[in-house]
């Protein structure tokens, strides 16, 4: 089945560094990349998502990259802010499941 | 309009305890995702229904896990008898979208704790 890998499990960064987070994935049928944010206590929300028919979207400071062929995706953030710390998950869906497959988190830390 | 609720937020029971979980989803939202998170770990997909279908269940542990959406509303996942390694955050996720390339809506999660 399909395989998630998300690298690094922590990050600590100054405020106003980017901050890079990878996920490679396996089936190369799959088709749909979200990226979710769980800050502390809350629940995991949608940041931003591509499809696999495109290779980069951005939403003001954050960006997501995707390489079909290599298989792997990244999410970018410029311009850290304390509020971007939080726990990020990417996931994969589509190609032989028909589910979202999560990684296993990056826990983000963004020094003041 | 309120989003995915989830109760009990938190709960600890003895190893061989019934514990049930409640997820409400969205108003409207057919499809309804349960998921746990164990320490450190993916958040890893139990099953999803449609409405009151179960259209995949294949990420269910074993037969002591037990969901229902009577009605195709809210939903409940009941565990018994608990073991130590249940232990972990329970998510609940609606949407709208059928297809399943969208964005889910997640409820605060159940932090399970089995003793």
């Known amino acids: 089945g399909e395989n998630v890998e998300q690298h690094p499990s922590t990050l600590s960064v100054q405020e106003g560094d980017s901050a890079v987070i990878k996920c490679t994935y396996s089936d190369s049928a799959s088709n749909y990349f979200p990226w979710y944010k769980q800050e502390l206590g809350k629940r995991p929300q949608l940041i931003i998502d591509i499809r696999s028919n495109v290779g980069e979207k951005k939403d003001q400071r954050i960006a997501v990259t995707l390489n079909k062929t290599a298989k792997h995706f990244s999410l970018h953030i410029t311009e850290t802010q304390p509020e971007d710390s939080a726990v990020y998950f990417c996931a994969v869906y589509g190609g032989a499941t028909n589910k979202l497959i999560f990684g296993t988190g990056t826990l983000l830390a963004v020094q003041p | 309009e309120a989003g995915v609720t989830q109760f009990p937020s938190h709960s600890v029971i003895e190893k061989g305890q019934t514990v049930t979980l409640r997820c409400d989803p969205i108003s409207g939202h057919d499809n309804l995702y349960w998921y746990r998170r164990v320490m450190g770990k993916e958040i890893k997909f139990l099953l999803h229904?449609?409405?009151?279908?179960?259209?995949?269940e294949s990420g269910m542990p074993n037969n002591r896990f037990l969901a229902e959406r009577t009605g195709g509303t809210y939903s409940t996942l009941k565990v018994q008898p608990a073991e130590l390694e249940d232990s972990g955050v329970y998510f609940c996720a609606s949407s709208q979208d059928l297809a399943g390339v969208g964005e889910q809506y997640f409820g605060p999660g159940t932090r399970l704790t089995v003793t």
């Open positions: 229904f449609v409405k009151e279908s179960k259209q995949d």
